[in-house]
């Protein structure tokens, strides 16, 4: 079965500390990646997206994901937090086999200590 | 500006009744979903249309229902039979991988 997980409910980090939000998929097709944030009561916004180019992702804000294979992973990081990251962080999985839906994580919560 | 609008924002709902939840795109997307969020629990499909005049089931759709009879809306019935649906309910649509979302609706029972 193809499936995502989000290793951390919450990590909790001190601004201008690293961020790392963990997510390991399952699947034995080669997927599609994402990472959305969403902040209290809105939509899901886009933070970067893997889609079999390069294996290291840069997306907005910083922030940044590596797709390792061998692992079965796509952790997010970043090297400085900063106090408006603080939110709910999706690892998102899209399978081509299955007309491209969408499979999500059960979430983290980042929170980002002064 | 080109977007996912849903509304209205809040909504509240009497037990017994059905209400309607809209989401309208101007993207020009083909796909849109439907999707339920409750804390802990990420979010999980309700339904999904591929085309217009054409929808199919997600993964909790029981007391659900929807019509795709234009591209840019994929409006959400949540029907008296759903029994608790207090939740957080969001609208995508996508093209290629990418999935674009609208801002939500919370809908209380009172």
């Known amino acids: 079965a193809q499936s995502v997980t989000q290793l951390d409910s919450h990590v909790s980090v001190s601004e201008g500390t690293p961020v790392l939000l963990r997510c390991n998929y399952s699947?034995?097709?080669?997927?599609?990646l994402f990472w959305y944030v969403q902040h209290p009561n809105k939509g899901l916004q886009l933070l970067l997206k893997?889609?079999?180019?390069?294996?290291l992702v840069k997306g907005i804000n910083g922030f940044e994901a590596e797709f390792k294979k061998s692992e079965t992973s796509f952790h997010l990081t970043k090297p400085s937090a900063h106090m408006s990251d603080a939110a709910e962080y999706f690892c998102?999985?899209?399978?081509?086999?299955?007309?491209?839906?969408?499979?999500f994580g059960q979430g983290t919560e980042l929170s980002v200590k002064p | 500006d080109g977007g996912i609008t849903q509304s209205p924002k809040y909504l509240f709902r009497k037990e017994g009744q059905n209400v309607t939840l809209s989401c309208e795109q101007n993207?020009?997307?083909?796909?849109m979903y439907w999707y339920r969020q409750d804390p802990g629990q990420g979010l999980r499909l309700i339904y999904y249309?591929?085309?217009?005049?054409?929808?199919q089931k997600g993964d909790i759709a029981e007391g659900y229902s929807v019509s795709r009879e234009k591209k840019e809306s994929f409006p959400l019935t949540v029907t008296s039979a759903q029994k608790n649906p207090t939740a957080f309910y969001l609208c995508?649509?996508?093209?290629?991988?990418?999935?674009?979302f609208g801002q939500g609706t919370r809908l209380t029972v009172v």
């Open positions: 995508a649509s996508k093209v290629g991988t990418e999935a674009f």
């Open positions: 699947s034995s097709y080669s997927p599609s």
């Open positions: 893997y889609t079999s180019a390069a294996t």
């Open positions: 998102v999985v899209s399978f081509y086999n299955q007309g491209g839906k969408l499979i």
């Open positions: 993207l020009n997307h083909d796909a």
């Open positions: 249309s591929q085309i217009v005049n054409d929808f």
